[in-house]
């Protein structure tokens, strides 16, 4: 069972990389990325890439599908399946 909308973590731009940290983080609030690097929420949205996306923290986007029970990419495409949104990403 798959609720949809609601994430347990979210992403996060820190250090180059787009890290995942859990979505119960507030501005400011200190705690770890999900590969586990120390992070301070900047109350500011991060700068942006110049490419227009950080590349993906894989250790974080393992540990995020494997919270969520998510078979590691890629995975075959199934019938209502919801398009993709990436943010700042290009298809
Ligand atoms: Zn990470």
């Known amino acids: 069972m798959v609720v949809m909308g609601i994430r ?3 992403w996060l731009p820190y250090r180059g990389q787009r890290h995942a940290i859990p979505d ?3 501005a400011n609030d200190v705690g770890n ?3 586990g690097v120390d992070v301070t929420v900047p109350h500011d949205p991060p700068p942006r890439s110049p490419d ?3 590349p993906t923290c894989w250790s974080c ?3 995020w599908r494997e919270f969520e029970g998510i078979p590691a990419f890629p995975r075959p495409r199934q019938a209502g399946d919801a398009p993709r949104t990436t943010v700042g990403g290009r298809s």
């Open 24 to 26: 119960s983080m507030a």
């Open 52 to 54: 227009g996306c950080w």
């Open 8 to 10: 347990a973590f979210r």
């Open 61 to 63: 986007d393992a540990a």
């Open 33 to 35: 990325t999900l590969c």
